[in-house]
Structure formats: C-alpha cells, structure tokens
C-alpha cells in the first residue's frame, strides 16, 4: 500500500508518526534464552509492543512515530540502524544543534541516546537495550527532520486564513529515502537539506545563537525611567544607554569612551537611531518611553521572538523562491523580491486590531488603474449605515453612488436606512467614483481571495509616517503603488510616465499581467538582516504568545493509516 501521509516531507527520507506515544519496553518478552536472541530478533520483538502494548518510560524516552518506526524496519528485515558509535555521535551532535533552530534537542530524545551512547562505549547494553537504542535514534532522526521541514507548530490551527500548500510523500517513498541516507551515513546532509534553503534561514539560526549568548553573558542592563533623553543632555542614564547599545552592537565596539560619560553625545545618537530604526520606530535619537521599552525587553522575549520567527520560516520559506511580492504585516512593508533578496520595498497600512489583515498566500492577476471602490458588506454595516441614517448626504461628500439592481442611480434620501442592519443588508450596490479621493486611491493590484483584500493606493498620505501602520479595514493600502504595479506588470509599455498618463486620462482601465506574480502576506515579528542586526517589530495582532505555547508544549502528529 503506497499511502501519503499528510504534512510530510518532500525533499528528504522520511515522514510523520502516529500521535499516541507509545513507551520502549523496559524488558522484553523473547522467543528463547537472552544470550541466544539476535539484534534483529529483538528490534522485531520490540516493533509487536509498539504496535500493541502501551509500555513504560526507558531512560525518560517515548517513541512518538510508532507505526512509521515500524515500517521502516520492517521494510529493512529489522536490520539495526544506529550500533556504530560514530554514526549515532553525528545523530546526537545534529539533534542537539536543533537548539540553533530554536527547536528543543529534548523533544528528540537526546538525553536518553547521550545515556545509551555511554554505555555503548562501554559494552554495558543488553540486546533488548541495542533494540530499544535503535528504535530510539531512528524515531528521534525521523521526528527532527519533519520539525525541519515542515515545523513543528501546524499553523493551519492558529490561522483559519491559512493556505499555503502543505508538502506531501508516498510513505514507502520516504521510507526509501530514509535508509539511503542511512546505508550512505548521510545524517549531517539530512539535516542540512531538510533546513529551508533562503538565506533568511541561516541568519536566523546565527542570530539565534548570539542573543542565546548575550543571555549566557548576563544580558543587558535596563534603562531607568526618567525624563526623555535628547541629543546634548547630560544624565547619570547615559552609561547605561552606552553598554546596553554596545551589547546588541547598536553602538561598535571601536567606539571611543567620551571624556564625559554623562554626555548624549553625537556617537551614542546615532546608535540610538540605529536601534530605533531597526525597531520600528521614529529615528529621532530621542529616548522617550517607547524607545525605553524597548531596549528594556528581555533578552530572553527576545530569543523567544526569533525563536518563533524561524518556526513561521519553516512553514514558509521552502515556497519562497524565484520573484514574488511578500507583504510583512507585522512590519507595516511589501518587498519585491527577486533571487532571495528584496529588489524594491514600501512602507504599508494594514488592518486595525478588530479587522486584521489575513495571512494567505495568492497570485497577482492584474492591475487597475483609476479604480472604482464597491463597499463591501462588511465596511458598509459597520462604518457607512451608522453616518447614513444619521446623514444620508455623507454619501454625495464621498463621491459615493447608490445603485439599484439594474445599475440605476437612486437617489440616498428616498431609501429609510434605519430598516437596514446587520441582520437585513440594504438591497443596493455603494460605488465610489474613480478620482484622487477613492478609498483604492488612483491604482490598485488584484489577486484572487475570498477576504475581499488587495494591494491598493489611498488618499490618506499621512498615515505612511507613523510608526504603528494599523488603519485599515483588512487591505493593504501601499506608500508606493505605482512603482510596485511596474515592478509586477513587467512591461515596457506599462512605465511611470505611461502609468500617470493614464491616470490622468480618467480612464478606468485593467491591464493583465503576462506572467502571474505570487504574492505572500505573512507575519514577521522578527527578522535577521544580511548586516548581521535583526529587525524586531511589534506583535500587533498578538499571535507570538499562541505560536511560542504550541512551539513548547508536547508534539502530536495525525494517525498513519496503518
């Protein structure tokens, strides 16, 4: 039976398990004297008590993938995979570098396989106990695989908008894979090609890996409150801010200590901008409140931030290749990207807090230019039929156009708004007129979805210059439009000067893009910068806290069908 496990691995050798963890054996039940029972005899005995007795902790360890640790040694004649001491060191030594992923090496059995390994170098394992060393290491090489590959949080759970193509394998396909990386000793090239391959990933995990030594070191020192510092001020604070800048090397190394410690100096100002930059917020070198908070972040919340950013880059970054726009909504950007790195980037609006923008994945179809902008329903019962049956004028002020279902224009004042609601929408159709003050601006980029959501300019210009980006009702309203519908229409024809001609023109006109451009809008609360810095952004739709639980809390994985 060739089945396909859901969620499974593509690119490698292996897949999921069964969710019931089911113990090693303590002892085992043999068919003659312990001394005349085989390795494989024993793997197999111990394959029947996975499969049908629910067993005790061995050395603190559960098999999690049952039925697939099964299979694969039944598919092997139940050869032992792990006897050689070498080999299970590089497995030890790549599960424990899991930590780099912000994974937990503990929730692949290491400290029980650390155990065996010593006493494999000792001699001092029974055949029951190679058996269950065996089934150990395959389980735990199995499992941190598909937490590489796959992740290990199903983010489908914490998202209903989520549809991003989960990968799949035949399971005797997997299988194969896993034993020829086994039979050619390939375990360190496993886990290098399980990781997503972007560049992002990599500069993740060494980020990682530095704030996981600024907390081993101490951490950083916190800022006290007081009055806000500003370029020139002298204060006692000012050696404070000086060492918690040089720690996260916001302030270089090479610095010169100034003859007045106490001095906001011109070099400690541009540190501060730098960090506040890379933070999201206004580049003043003021440090009020805001600027406080944050520089007195844990550096543990920290580590925890990248920790689950690299848990969203597992369930992303393997589809992100070629050319594609990303909309990062927690960042308030889109970046145009080509060859792993953003050519062209803008500043967006995104969704208020009551009316998020989703997280999916679409495909940009075309541009439209001088659009019209229809109310959707839920625009219109919560923001429009309050200001109607208080003033159904408001409507004319908006350039807005009531139409019947024939298309013909009625007239605000004859229609008794107070018989609408949520419950019973008006039978009519609110389009606003094309021109500079249409909600959509003067462009918009489509592509398909049932949110109702799009790429789009708008009239309210100054809302690009605050630092909390949230003011929409679910779109994505683009600082830079125009040059993001040249970027993605990719034709000579379709130019600056050709696109405001147009606009000027008045004409309502959609253009088909000759080759689709995917379109990504996810949720980046941290990200690492090739200059070695990472960008830390507020959780403005509060999703860390439900994504870092499940990263922690005990792994359970779909039946397989057995």
Known sequence: MNTTFPRAIVALLWLACAPASIALAQTATVPATAAAVTLPEAIRDRIDHLRYEAQQDVRGARIMGDELVARYYESQQFQPAWQDTGRLDTLIAALGEMRDDGLDPDDYHLAALQSYRLDLRMNKLTVVDRANLDLLATDAFMLSLYHLFIGKVEPQKLSPQ??????????????????QRLAAGEIREAYAAARPQHVWYQRGRERLREYRAIADAGGWPSLPDGPTLKPGMQDSRVPVLRQRLRITKDLPATAPAPADASLYDAELVTAVQHFQER????????VGPGTRAALNAPVEARIDQIRVNLERARWTLHEIKGEFVLVDVAGFY???FRDDEPIWTSRVVVGRDERETPIFRSTITYVVFNPTWTIPPGILVKDKLPELKRNPGALKRMHIRVLDGSGREVDPYSINWHRYGPSRLPPYQFRQDPGPDNALGLVKIMFPNPYLVYLHDSPAKSLYDQDQRTFSSG??????????AELVLNDPQWNQQSMKALVDSQETRTVNLAKPVPVLILYWTAQPRPDGQVIFRKDIYGRDAATLAALDSEFRLPALPR
């Not at 193509?165 to 035949?170: A, G, H, I, K, L």
């Not at 779109?475 to 993001?484: A, S």
């Open 162 to 179: 989520w549809n991003f193509s989960q990968r799949t394998v035949p399971v005797n396909d997997g299988l194969q894979r896993l034993a």
């Open 279 to 286: 933070h999201g917020l206004t580049a003043d070198g003021a």
């Open 334 to 336: 889109v970046s145009y």
């Open 475 to 484: 779109c994505i309203r683009v600082q830079k439009p125009f040059e993001l």
